[in-house]
């Protein structure tokens, strides 16, 4: 049936469960949580197509949702009620979902590995572009301050010189 072939994973925040679905229908749909029973009718938030990605998860920061499509092309929604709040191309093609780390949200397109940091916020501002020159299919990860990154062929940690002792 259409709506088929979820590839991104279920993003869940402020009680509403935000799911991406579909190759031949793309569409966001988004439910109200504690319904019980077929909830078509009664627990349906809001539903889009624009903006849908079809491999990477979409990212909640209150009190939004981002979604990045293969395309490059990065959209900010009002989380409770679906309205676009910014749509713009930051270029590559993505399969990788974005993350947020100390107020940033990390993008990190495939063919070039170059990863694009924004603000998390109402308006799309482009903090840095850095590249690696290698393809990377796989999610960024955090931890205490620094960034990993797994290309085809290398690990990267980026972060803070440690300290000589």
Known sequence: SKGEGVTPSIVVGDD?????????????????AGGKGDITKTHMAWEQTKGVPSLASMLY?????????????????????????WQERIGGKHSSSPIYADGKIYFLTEAEGESVVIEAGPKLKILARNR??????ASMAASQGNLFIRSESNLYCIGPRAEQK
């Open 16 to 32: 509403l469960v935000f799911s991406c679905s579909g190759f031949e229908a793309p569409t966001i749909r988004v439910i109200r």
């Open 61 to 85: 920061v209150k009190p939004y949702i981002y979604s990045v499509t293969d395309q490059g092309i990065v959209t900010c929604f009002q989380a409770a009620s679906g309205e676009i709040q």
């Open 132 to 137: 690696l020159d290698e393809k990377c299919k």
